[in-house]
């Protein structure tokens, strides 16, 4: 055996997850944003030095959807299709073949294990490749001990210690019920062997199915050597069978993924309260606060402060920047050291360039902001290109959409753009102009000019004494009744004759 050990894996993952109550399929549902299937792939891949088959039925399309999408990490793999789920002997009853058909794929041994067990770390399937290896074993299971067992299938050892068989916690008797220690459902075995017991499986049980389970009564059977591997960190075998169980895996794997971002030089200053996915990545200096969610391939620079309830989905921030409270970036890049928020939407395609500042209830999309611009209060502004050191008056709203196409904006270096301004798309505000106040930019400016559009203000004097005088005079002694109100007369046509007179 020793070095000329070649390996191949099977993940069982045809099963459709009755418990998990879902319309998916169960090892799709994600764990710190990523299918409970793709920690199985990537798993089976640090240890297989040969093919990895992935055993699918439920939803199989869907698996096979995620897979192809996922190839360039989990290549090569080769998707088996169990048509009845007849149990997991059943399951590795068709992967074996489909491994086994090229010859020049063929495996001195094959890790077995499940889709549904994503907190399992690479540390430990070594460990348990490893023991296999040094016992020279036939097959090996991995095991642990659980407060609570139940649900898990039992480990039932001899006397002197030697494991005899795994009992199913639906066929257990109640003293088997009380062995503490559970097959966590990853097992190493002997190519030569496996081919054997995987013909001489039944369906002899409660349930009616192959267990691939029985393979173990049938190597001890066999005196052949068979060995466990009892790993202490019993989190880390949990199985997923229902969402309580789901919600368990997420909490330790975030868990995992902070300590790691905590050793990596970020501030976090309430771990249990950010949300940070698998592949995000955040530089060191970098400070998250309570309820910061990063997701996807977010990644985030050194030195940046993300303030509280901020979401980060598929976004790249810079060096320096300060994300204020409660933003949404969605697919978004800021530079260095640019200010985002508070409560600013950054959605897909907008680019924050090196210093600029976007700040409160504004929405962009599709939109670039030159350096050093600002964009700070109350806007809206789509498919726009702004240029440096640009100034967006608070309330500007580009209207880009005229209910059949989108049309851009663009507003170069140095223009400044006072409150209140409509720009109706498509349209061209030239470098260092001076767009009034309350202006609807309906045609391009010229660098350097001045786009007003107002309608002039009319101002009467004392007008607004008159009115006060008119509808004071008309109050009854007040009695707190709202009714009274309606017996007012208009200040209206005081106003209206005024407008008329001038
Ligand atoms: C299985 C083990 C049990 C162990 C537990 C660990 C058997 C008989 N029992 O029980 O000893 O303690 O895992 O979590 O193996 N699957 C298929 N095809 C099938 C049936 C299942 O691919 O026909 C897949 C499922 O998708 C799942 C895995 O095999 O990923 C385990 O199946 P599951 O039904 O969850 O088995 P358990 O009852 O948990
Ligand atoms: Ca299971």
């Known amino acids: 055996m020793s070095s000329q050990n070649t390996t191949s894996v099977i993940i069982l993952a045809a099963g459709q997850g009755t418990r998990m109550k879902s319309e998916m399929p169960k090892v799709l549902h994600c764990v710190a944003g990523r299918p409970m299937l793709g920690y199985a792939m990537l798993l089976a891949r640090h240890v297989a030095t040969k093919n990895v088959a992935v055993v699918v039925g439920h939803g199989s399309d869907k698996l096979r959807t995620y897979l192809q999408k996922e190839a360039v990490q989990f290549e090569p793999y080769l998707v088996v299709e169990q048509t009845e789920?007849?149990?997991?002997?059943?399951?590795?009853?068709?992967?074996?073949?489909?491994?086994t058909a090229g010859s020049s794929a063929l495996a001195s041994q094959y890790v077995i294990m499940c889709g549904d067990t994503p907190l399992l770390t690479t540390e430990t399937i070594s460990a348990l490749v490893?023991?296999?290896?040094?016992?020279?074993a036939t097959l090996t299971l991995l095991t642990t001990h659980l407060p609570d067992?139940?649900?898990?299938?039992?480990?039932l050892r001899e006397a002197e210690g030697t494991v005899c068989r795994v009992v199913e916690d639906r066929d257990a008797s109640p003293e088997e019920k009380k062995v503490s220690e559970i097959n966590v459902g990853t097992y190493v075995v002997e190519a030569q062997f496996l081919e054997t017991a995987l013909g001489k499986l039944s369906p002899q049980n409660a349930q009616g199915e192959y267990y691939l389970t029985d393979i173990i009564e049938m190597a001890v059977k066999d005196k052949q050597k068979v060995m466990a591997w009892v790993?202490?960190?019993?989190?880390?075998?949990?199985?997923?069978?229902?969402?309580?169980?789901l919600a368990l895996a997420e909490k330790e794997m975030r868990r995992r993924i902070c300590?790691?971002?905590?050793?990596?030089?970020?501030?976090?200053?309430?771990?249990?309260?950010?949300?940070?996915?698998?592949q995000v990545t955040v530089g060191r200096d970098s400070v998250l606060h309570p309820g910061v969610v990063l997701e996807g391939q977010t990644q985030v620079g050194e030195c940046c402060t993300i303030r509280a309830n901020s979401r980060l989905t598929n976004s790249v921030v810079h060096r320096g920047v300060t994300i204020q409270d409660a933003c949404v970036l969605q697919e978004a890049t800021v530079e260095d050291e640019a200010v985002i928020g508070p409560m600013a939407h950054l959605r897909p395609g907008t680019v924050i360039h090196r210093k600029a500042k976007v700040g409160n209830f504004v929405e962009l999309k599709k939109t670039e902001v030159g350096e050093g611009s600002k964009v700070n209060h109350l806007s809206y502004l789509g498919d726009t290109w702004i240029g440096r050191n640009v100034n967006v008056g608070a309330g500007t709203i580009t209207c880009n959409y005229d209910g059949y196409q989108k049309a851009q904006t663009v507003i170069e270096d140095n223009v400044f753009i006072g409150s209140d301004v409509q720009l109706i798309a498509p349209v061209t505000i030239g470098k260092g102009a001076l767009i009034a106040a309350g202006t609807t930019v309906t045609d391009n400016v010229p660098a350097d000019a001045l786009g007003i559009s107002r309608v002039s203000q009319?101002?009467?004097?004392?007008?607004?004494?008159?009115?006060?005088?008119?509808?004071?005079?008309?109050?009854?002694?007040t009695n707190g009744?709202?009714?009274?109100?309606e017996d007012r007369p208009s200040a209206t046509p005081v106003i209206q004759e005024e407008q008329k007179s001038s």
């Open 259 to 278: 300590e790691r971002l905590l050793l990596d030089g970020v501030t976090i200053l309430d771990p249990d309260r950010v949300v940070v996915d698998h």
């Open 130 to 136: 490893g023991y296999h290896q040094t016992e020279r």
């Open 149 to 155: 067992p139940s649900g898990y299938g039992r480990v």
């Open 481 to 485: 009744q709202s009714g009274q109100v």
């Open 458 to 477: 009319i101002t009467k004097e004392g007008t607004a004494a008159r009115r006060r005088a008119l509808l004071d005079s008309s109050v009854l002694p």
């Open 231 to 245: 790993t202490k960190d019993s989190l880390e075998t949990t199985g997923v069978n229902n969402r309580v169980h």
């Open 85 to 99: 789920q007849l149990g997991t002997g059943h399951a590795v009853q068709q992967a074996y073949p489909a491994l």
